[in-house]
């Protein structure tokens, strides 16, 4: 029987050394509060609404804009037929000029008239209600807080976290809680954020937050018809049954679980053991996911490199062969780097040297390392959600792989090829893990800490329009959905709701306020940029 062995010691020391690295090529962002929106409708019997607001706009000399206030902050707010605009001589450059439309921020886009409040915001009459739009100063810490609320009290379902539907749109109070087709990966996710969390703060809320998303995913490989084979999300009986996939109820009929697993919740699942393994104190948990891991693994790597189904034939997604990768070369890039990462982290979490001879059997003798470095010339289209699926096995990769050769050859110069698209996103969490890969690479965390800032309080998948703003450019191309792209990168809070695994660039969307998103997605990045110290302060 192999001996289990947990990389305490080694593990916090690697993490500490890679973190110094990277402080020494990459300057720092010093967090301070910065102001958030934050939105109330107001009913019109309200005795807090100015009475000024019930005045008429006043005449403007020319078409276009309805009204013009002056906030207590110096910012000048505009009013007109599609929406506001906020300008503030004293922000940056881009966050000068600020767009606010849709229901995320106005009951109507015909805004009638418009009063400051008593601090940086204002009061917006329109012609279908009255808003009131808060500048509320607060730290990313701050900010963390409401999410964090968010996902306990209408994000938790059995510990997993996934988006959830409103029954009445943009309410909140009816919240409806579903299963989600990738509920493995969402509840990774946060999970992962929970442990960089408590590594940074040693709170015992993040580490509760932790071990209850980690059972949940422990769960999933528990509830299906096989171990090894963890399902994609269960409901329990007497749930909303859901309308699409393929599902199976236990044999006590307690349960009903989602077969045809994903590489993504492969992908989340190794990616959050990893991380719990190294930053959790909890021993029990531990043994019980490198039981798990080690289950899961096993189960790839003597069905020849695929994940098998109850029916017996590999899931759509879970393939990891070469005879695969003959049949469709274009996912053989990104399938050999997600193999080669659960591989990696099975040996460091087990300590059992099997996995790692099997590491170096898929990279070197079967060609995996190499195969990860041909991304662009074997890419199809731009794919979102490979991104997901390739960042967060990178990080696997860059935290526990030594070996300078395997390193510089193959690993980093695939991870370049990712970079080439991602760099213009401004992804806080794409970034950081770039640099864990690259640690003396010379970026500016700016744009990466200002997505941070600019990420919506409000989740709500609300409908939003950007095509007709004149300030956005169009690029002309459409992504894999033939959605319109705009060359404009917007900030967060003024494009759709989106997970990491969307398209920044198409800048309409939404849901007409009929769902909400769970928000983990800010949480894992503000953490881990806290974590590796790319992040000072709170």
């Not at 968010?150 to 959830?164: A, D, F, Y």
């Not at 053989?332 to 080669?340: G, H, K, T, V």
């Amino acid at each position: 029987m192999n001996k289990v062995r947990f990389m305490h010691a080694g593990s916090i020391f690697l993490s500490t050394v890679l973190s110094l690295m990277v402080c020494q090529a990459v300057e720092p962002v010093k967090l301070t509060a910065q102001p958030q929106k934050l939105r109330t409708f107001i009913v019109a019997d309200d005795s807090n609404i100015p009475a000024a607001l019930k005045e008429p706009a006043r005449a403007m000399p020319v078409g276009g804009i309805v009204d013009v206030a002056q906030a207590r902050d110096g910012a000048i707010w505009y009013g007109s037929s599609q929406g506001l605009v906020r300008v503030d001589p004293k922000a940056g450059e881009r966050d000068r000029i600020q767009y606010l439309a849709g229901k995320r921020y106005l009951p109507s886009d015909e805004v009638e008239r418009i009063v400051p409040d008593s601090a940086g915001g204002v009061w917006v009459r329109t012609r279908a209600g009255i808003a009131h739009i808060e500048m509320k100063p607060m730290t990313l810490a701050q900010k963390t807080q409401v999410f964090e609320k968010r996902i306990l009290e209408r994000h938790n379902r059995h510990g997993l976290v996934s988006p959830s539907n409103l029954l009445r749109p943009g309410d909140v109070t009816s919240n409806q809680m579903r299963d989600d087709d990738n509920d493995g990966l969402w509840t990774a996710i946060y999970a992962a954020a929970e442990c960089f969390r408590y590594a940074e703060t040693k709170s015992p809320e993040a580490l509760g937050n932790a071990k209850r998303a980690l059972n949940a995913m422990l769960f999933l490989e528990e509830v299906a018809g096989k171990r090894g084979f963890p399902a994609r999300s269960h409901i329990e009986r007497g749930e909303p049954m859901p309308r699409g996939g393929e599902w199976h109820w236990t044999a006590d009929g307690k349960y009903y679980w989602k077969a045809d697993t994903s590489s993504d919740e492969i992908v989340g699942h190794f990616f959050a053991f990893a991380l719990a393994c190294d930053l959790l104190p909890d021993k029990e948990l531990k043994q019980r996911i490198v039981a798990t891991a080690r289950r899961i693994m096993d189960h790839i790597i003597s069905n020849g490199y695929y994940l098998i189904d109850l029916d017996g034939q590999p899931t759509r997604w879970g393939r990891w062969s070469r005879k695969y990768f003959d049949q469709d070369p274009g996912d053989s890039a990104l399938n050999s780097l997600e193999l080669l990462s659960f591989l990696k982290v099975a040996a460091h979490i087990t300590g059992d040297a099997k996995y790692e001879a099997e590491y170096k059997k898929a990279a070197i003798e079967l060609k995996y390392a190499e195969q990860t470095t041909r991304y662009k010339e074997l890419r199809h289209e731009i794919n979102y959600s490979d991104e997901e699926l390739a960042m967060l096995p990178f990080y696997c990769l860059f935290r526990y792989e030594r070996d300078e050769a395997l390193l510089n050859r193959y690993y980093r110069p695939a991870l370049d090829q990712w970079w080439e698209n991602i760099r213009r996103e401004e992804n806080p969490l794409w970034t950081f893990i770039y640099l864990t890969g690259h640690p003396d690479a010379r970026i500016d965390l700016g744009g990466a800490v200002r997505t941070l800032y600019r990420s919506p309080m409000d989740t709500i998948v609300w409908t939003v329009k950007n095509t007709h703003r004149a300030d956005v450019v169009m690029s002309g191309t459409a992504d894999r959905f033939r959605r319109p792209e705009a060359a404009t990168l917007l900030p967060p809070d003024e494009r759709p709701i989106m997970k990491w695994n969307y398209n920044p660039f198409v800048v309409d969307g939404g849901f007409e306020g009929r769902g909400e998103d769970d928000g983990a997605a800010f949480l894992l990045p503000y953490w881990m940029g806290r974590h590796h110290k790319f992040l000072l302060g709170e």
